[in-house]
């Protein structure tokens, strides 16, 4: 019993150091920062969903020549890879259904089928909704992939959205403080696994 709760905390031990690259959170820092942006210059040029789709490849060469070169012998366990794969498939599941509610209520407004007073509280505190909703998202996400630090970006999330309504500030304003805040935190854990785990030469 000893030896396997020893060898399930070796295991932990070896996930987070893998993942105290901060990689994750510097690229999708920048994908949230380079979505307020477009929204903050009203440009018609899709940067967020280019990053949407270079992203993956992008991180993957990242962790091959950062996190694998530094830290040769570690090896994450399956069940820690199957926890991060779980917890990316239930936020592209979050991100369709909210495209798919989108729409229905683009349908419902055009066709009269949703009453007018719900689409104008929904556009009301729509920036509340997606807060909260945000917030969620994240920590179901912490709470599959075991990244603790998620849980402090759903925290500020809804912080930023809810400060936000209460502001009257542009929702693209605190979409960019979220993206910036992830972004900045990335890079900051970046720097520290870079200098705590040089490469050793071969």
């Known amino acids: 019993m000893a030896q396997n709760v020893g060898s399930k905390e070796r295991e932990q031990r ?41 992203w993956v490849p992008i991180w993957m060469s990242a962790k091959k020549l950062i996190t694998a070169r530094r830290l040769p012998d570690v090896e994450v366990p399956k069940e820690h890879l199957a926890g991060m794969m779980r917890a990316g498939v239930f936020i592209v599941l979050m991100l369709v259904l909210a495209l798919l509610a989108g729409m229905v209520m683009l349908w419902g407004r055009s066709t009269g089928s949703v009453p007018v007073g719900f689409l104008e509280g929904l556009r009301e505190y729509l920036m509340v909704v997606l807060g909260v909703t945000g917030a969620f998202v994240m920590g179901v996400a912490a709470w599959l992939s075991g990244l603790g630090r998620l849980y402090a970006y759903a925290m500020l ?45 071969a």
């Not at 987070?16 to 999708?28: F, I, K």
């Not at 809804?158 to 935190?185: D, E, R």
């Open 157 to 201: 999330t809804a912080v930023a959205f809810v400060g936000g309504y209460l502001l009257h500030a542009p929702f693209a304003l605190a979409l960019t403080v979220v993206g910036g805040v992830i972004t900045l935190w990335g890079g900051v854990m970046l720097v520290r696994f870079v200098r705590k785990y040089p490469i050793q030469p």
């Open 14 to 54: 070896a996930y987070m150091r893998y993942q105290e690259d901060g990689v994750l959170d510097l690229l999708v820092g920048l994908g949230i920062v380079l979505a307020g942006l477009t929204m903050l210059v009203d440009s018609d040029f899709p940067l967020a969903a280019l990053w949407v789709v270079v």
